[in-house]
């Protein structure tokens, strides 16, 4: 049966202006991607997060995805609005799902170990291959790569590493290099399964004077001041 609202999907329906439905170039890029996602439909997610990357693409710093998959949230950036001329792309992912390390009791039982694994990380350099001179492969647990890694001042962030810990390692690593005016992206903050995981957020943002924005999409969003 077909919906009544202009979009309902990924477990968000509105009846309100739907800006990426008449975004041509934003729904042509979306269509060399979306297969990634095997039918869901991410848009209203997809556009927030290219929204604010185009938002600090002209910020002095770079970008960075935890949580890389198969590439295709950084696919929307890059062709959207990448970072400043001279700047990168810092993409940090395992390319062999969650580890099985650093889990929560929570996470470990309900099978967080392993997820995601169904990605080459020959296909996602090829997916990103024209911005092979911005895209910066960061290969490996973020346990071990983080701290061997400095990616210097920061201007976004997507963060979509699923499980607590290596969440709040990467927000501790990037907030600490956000320059003001650039922004985070969570996500999966306020889906179901992931509580944990917003637990350490909060914790993170209580008491600090940058607010923690959720979005019906499931998302949050901070913006460092």
């Known amino acids: 049966m077909k919906s009544s609202y202009p979009y309902e999907s990924d477990g968000l329906a509105t009846a309100h202006l739907v800006p990426f439905l008449t975004d041509q170039n934003f729904l042509e890029r979306y269509a060399v991607v979306a297969s990634t996602w095997e039918g869901l439909d991410i848009r209203w997610r997809l556009w927030i997060l290219t929204r604010c990357a185009a938002q600090c693409a002209s910020l002095e710093g770079s970008f960075a995805e935890f949580g890389v998959y198969r590439g295709g949230c950084a696919y929307m950036v890059l062709s959207g609005s990448p970072p400043r001329e001279g700047r990168s792309f810092y993409l940090f992912d395992t390319f062999e799902g969650i580890p099985d390390s650093n889990l929560t009791e929570k996470e470990a039982s309900e099978g967080f170990a392993g997820r995601l694994a169904d990605v080459s990380l020959e296909e996602v350099r090829r997916r990103l291959n024209p911005w092979e001179d911005k895209a910066r492969f960061v290969i490996g647990d973020v346990f071990k790569t983080l701290p061997a890694t400095d990616t210097g001042l920061l201007a976004f962030a997507h963060i979509d590493l699923n499980a607590a810990a290596p969440t709040e390692l990467a927000l501790r690593y990037t907030w600490s290099r ?44 901070a913006i460092k001041l």
């Open 178 to 221: 956000l320059v003001s005016s650039g922004m985070v992206v969570f996500d999966d903050y306020g889906w179901e399964g992931y509580s944990d995981q917003r637990r350490l957020i909060d914790q993170f943002f209580a008491g600090k004077a940058e607010a923690l924005i959720a979005l019906p999409t499931g998302q949050a969003l």
